[in-house]
Nanobody, 130 residues
Framework: QVQLTESGGGLVQAGGSLRLSCVASGIPFSKLDWAWFRQAPGKGRDFIAAVDRMGTDTKYEDSAKGRFTISKDSSQSTVYLQMNNLNAGDTAVYYC???????????????????????WGQGTQVTVSS
């Protein structure tokens, strides 16, 4: 049974930091590409960051560049999202997602697309107070 479990969310003041974790089970962790998305109240689910299965390439949404860092630890079957300098606009439910996107060309083209990912966690709430 495939299970992705996010944790690490919570309430933080603007300017603060959080580290989200996504622990995977029942899934070939090291063979998959991984991503984080978020969904703010009343809005759609948006791409935040992705890391390829080799751990050598990452992609970020523009507002996350320089503030967020995605990483993974295959020995722990865990993907992380380190978030620094948080602001009220980062308030959302954060989801991890995974799938095997294929070769580098497909990774480049599809890694930021929500429809590229088959496996999803239940989400963790991040609330930033101003």
């Amino acid at each position: 049974q495939v299970q992705l479990t996010e944790s690490g969310g919570g309430l933080v003041q603007a300017g603060g930091s959080l580290r989200l974790s996504c622990v995977a089970s029942g899934i070939p962790f090291s063979k998959l590409d991984w991503a984080w998305f978020r969904q703010a109240p009343g809005k759609g689910r948006d791409f935040i960051a992705a890391v390829d299965r080799m751990g050598t390439d990452t992609k970020y949404e523009d507002s996350a560049k320089g503030r967020f860092t995605i990483s993974k630890d295959s020995s722990q079957s865990t993907v992380y999202l380190q978030m620094n300098n948080l602001n009220a606009g980062d308030t959302a439910v954060y989801y991890c997602a995974a799938d095997r996107l294929g070769n580098f060309e497909r990774w480049t083209q599809f890694s930021t697309n929500i429809g590229s990912y088959h496996y999803w966690g239940q989400g963790t709430q991040v609330t930033v107070s101003s």
